[in-house]
């Protein structure tokens, strides 16, 4: 047996976990304990198999697909999520992992699935897999380092010029005044509390974004279960008995080199209009007021990725996407990796959706490789996705 890619049965998936360790060295034995308890449930897991592999007791490459169901456009697709890319150390730079890769797409193509996504380690190799970073990914915190940088908030976007307007003045005066008061208050969230989270979550975000992961208990029991052993959780921000907010975070403790904690704060969707500083601000007061603070004043990261897609079906795709104005593509597609792929089209996007269909190659206006036509489809499509693992 000479690189055989495929598929691990359930019962064989545990035999990754060598591998995962070896490749992700920084992960903690607990957070390894729990992906192995929880997300190996229902994932799929891709190997290259050889005959060394069987020798040393583990896998030597692997790629898996953890499944997350997302809402486009109001409708519901069930899209892979690549994690744990990993080739063992001594396996490295002789293009296994290219195969794996490029038989993992095809597969995903003729299952009709329209895309994967991922958080790149090295996005230099993923543009040359095909990916490209969504155009438009707006998360909570998000901050463009220049002087006219957006913030992007679940909730609201405003840019730093725009802070001195007597408008948004008036908005943190009161949104100050109001955080403030003596009816409101931060809590960390228990299992009772999954389903007022669902219905806030899925309400703040759907309004917001195009395209999001939809948010069901079980996503949020695996939640409390991940970030409890990153030494985080997520808070709820409530004022009298109503849901106004949630923070979810995680907590790197410290150490004799590293003296003082850091807390990444992963997510803080709020109804609210807030700017950078006071959303640093509100996250340490939600801190405070929850005990949730192992030093009085740690410091606090937005820990916010941006994340790249592939087209794996351009068919499936593009009746999921629409244009908030009618655009109209006339175009010769180049997918080195995906063949199906390939050829000319005519596209039509609107705002009732999309339509493709082939066309005759004299018809075509310009021609563009899988990667280009990605940004060009995508580039009015608000993206929140926002997940560790």
């Known amino acids: 047996m000479s690189g055989f890619i495929r598929y691990l049965q359930q019962?064989?998936?545990?035999?990754?976990?060598?591998?995962?360790?070896?490749?992700?060295?920084?992960?903690?034995?607990?957070?390894?304990d729990y992906y192995y308890q929880w997300k190996i449930?229902?994932?799929?897991?891709?190997?290259?198999?050889?005959?060394?592999?069987?020798?040393?007791?583990?896998?030597?490459?692997?790629?898996?697909?953890?499944?997350?169901?997302?809402?486009?456009?109001?409708?519901?697709?069930?899209?892979?999520?690549?994690?744990?890319?990993?080739?063992?150390?001594?396996?490295?730079?002789?293009?296994?992992m290219g195969r794996v890769m490029q038989y993992m797409l095809r597969d995903l193509q003729q299952k009709n699935v329209p895309f994967?996504?991922?958080?790149?380690?090295?996005?230099?190799?993923?543009?040359?897999?095909?990916?490209?970073?969504?155009?438009?990914?707006?998360?909570?915190?998000?901050?463009?380092?220049?002087g006219q940088g957006m913030i992007q908030a679940a909730s609201a976007q405003i840019t730093y010029a725009a802070e001195q307007s007597p408008g948004f003045l008036n908005e943190k005066r009161k949104y100050r005044a109001w955080s403030k008061g003596s009816r409101i208050n931060w809590r960390q969230a228990e299992t009772e509390d999954i389903p007022e989270m669902v219905c806030f979550s899925e309400k703040i975000l759907s309004e917001r974004h195009d395209m999001v992961i939809s948010r069901d208990s079980y996503y949020y029991q695996r939640l409390l279960a991940e970030t409890a052993v990153e030494h985080g959780g997520v808070l709820l921000q409530r004022y009298g008995k109503d849901l106004r907010g949630m923070l979810t975070y995680a907590v790197t403790e410290s150490s004799e080199a590293?003296?003082?904690?850091?807390?990444?704060?992963?997510?803080?969707?709020?109804?609210?209009?807030?700017?950078?500083?006071?959303a640093v601000s509100i996250c340490r007061d939600a801190l405070q007021r929850a005990g949730a603070l192992q030093?009085?004043?740690?410091?606090?990261?937005?820990?916010?990725?941006?994340?790249?897609?592939r087209i794996t079906s351009l068919a499936a795709l593009v009746p999921l996407l629409k244009s908030r104005r009618r655009r109209s593509l006339s175009v010769k597609v180049s997918d080195p990796l995906i063949e199906a792929n390939n050829g000319c089209?005519?596209?039509?996007?609107?705002?009732?959706?999309?339509?493709?269909?082939?066309?005759?190659?004299?018809?075509?206006?310009?021609?563009?490789?899988?990667?280009?036509?990605?940004g060009e489809l995508w580039k009015d499509c608000s993206v929140y996705l926002n997940e560790w693992v």
């Open 11 to 32: 019962w064989e998936k545990q035999k990754t976990r060598g591998l995962y360790e070896t490749a992700f060295p920084e992960d903690s034995r607990k957070f390894v």
């Open 258 to 278: 590293q003296l003082q904690a850091i807390v990444e704060i992963k997510e803080l969707l709020l109804e609210e209009i807030v700017s950078h500083k006071e």
């Open 345 to 374: 089209f005519h596209i039509i996007l609107d705002g009732n959706g999309g339509k493709i269909q082939r066309t005759a190659e004299e018809a075509v206006a310009e021609e563009m490789d899988i990667a280009s036509l990605t």
């Open 116 to 146: 994967a996504f991922l958080t790149p380690a090295d996005p230099a190799y993923y543009r040359g897999q095909g990916f490209v970073f969504f155009p438009d990914m707006n998360l909570t915190g998000m901050i463009q380092e220049n």
């Open 295 to 309: 030093t009085p004043l740690p410091e606090i990261r937005f820990a916010f990725e941006r994340m790249m897609v």
């Open 41 to 96: 449930r229902d994932n799929e897991i891709i190997v290259m198999e050889e005959d060394q592999s069987l020798r040393d007791g583990f896998f030597h490459v692997m790629i898996h697909l953890n499944p997350y169901t997302l809402r486009i456009n109001g409708r519901q697709e069930k899209i892979p999520y690549l994690v744990a890319v990993a080739t063992a150390p001594f396996c490295r730079r002789q293009g296994k």
